[in-house]
């Protein structure tokens, strides 16, 4: 059956993204560094990173696709993927702004979702084809998947580094039980999946 699952890189001290996030930094200072371990390990990380794209289809927030900021972004936005986004399957983006999917090339479209997570949820449930369902991200969008328990599977990507700030992971998700069910890793992350009990 079908799980729904979220793969994100952290620093030890929990976040997902540095401080001062902005167009030209999307991930925040220093933030791109949470995500070495994809780079610069990813021949012995190869089955950790064809993990996270192994999913029929994805839900992301709005600034993961738009970068940092409340309001509408520009109309020729094309998100911060290229012209062939990593995903190659149906995107959800949650969004308080209305747009037309946006096709992109290797079979990835971003479907924007103005009428929340479970909506988000079933549209991409109805698209994935039998395969998991993965939320891609940011960490305002895993924390409210986190606390609706709709997420299954829970895989930290631990970076050993200390942002000291920035986009915090589980603050305010409430009571939600992680059950360990694997270890593994490098020199540059250590990967810890989670079983989310119910």
């Known amino acids: 059956m079908s799980q729904v699952t979220c793969d ?6 929990g976040f997902v993204a540095g401080p001062n996030q902005s167009l030209e930094q999307p991930l925040g200072e220093r ?5 070495r371990w994809q780079f610069e390990e990813r021949e012995t990380n190869a ?6 794209l192994a999913a029929g289809a994805f839900i992301m927030g709005r ?4 970068g940092p ?12 993927w290229g012209e062939e986004p990593p995903y190659h399957a149906p995107v959800y983006v949650l969004t308080h702004h209305e747009r037309e999917p946006l096709e992109m090339q290797g079979g990835t479209t971003f479907h924007f ?5 479970e909506a988000a949820l079933d549209r991409a449930r109805d698209s994935a084809g039998g395969k998991d369902v993965a939320i891609a991200g940011g960490a305002q969008t895993a924390r409210q998947f986190l606390a609706a328990g709709l997420i299954d599977e829970l895989r ?21 039980t992680l059950e360990p069910v694997e270890v593994s890793g490098t020199g540059l992350v250590t990967h810890v999946r989670y079983r989310v009990l119910r």
């Open 63 to 66: 600034n993961m696709f738009a």
């Open 156 to 176: 930290l990507h631990i970076s050993p580094m200390i942002l000291g700030g920035g986009e915090r992971l589980l603050d305010g998700v409430g009571d939600v």
């Open 8 to 13: 994100l890189t952290v620093s030890l001290d």
């Open 47 to 52: 089955a950790e990173i064809e993990g996270i």
């Open 113 to 117: 979702v103005t009428d929340g997570v």
């Open 69 to 80: 900021g409340p309001g509408p972004w520009d109309a020729d936005w094309r998100g911060w």
């Open 31 to 35: 933030g791109e560094s949470l995500h």
